[in-house]
């Protein structure tokens, strides 16, 4: 597994923080799970907007 630095805003580090501690979760899990979905968004939004441009579809 790679590990990363990353610089965040303080308001965003504690709108994580806060929920990492409602949910019983550490902020790194909360973290992976957010960049992990936002990745999965992306690579949808790449294939819907593929699709539209692709004259054959």
Do not use: H, N, T
Request: aromatic fraction near 8%; include cysteine; glycine fraction near 6%.
């Amino acid at each position: 597994m790679v590990q990363i630095k990353v610089r965040l805003p303080d308001v965003a580090f504690d709108a994580i923080e806060a929920s990492a501690l409602a949910l019983g979760r550490s902020c790194e899990e909360i973290i992976q799970r957010a960049l992990e979905r936002y990745l999965e968004d992306f690579d949808d939004l790449a294939g819907s907007a593929r699709r539209f441009r692709d004259p054959d579809g």
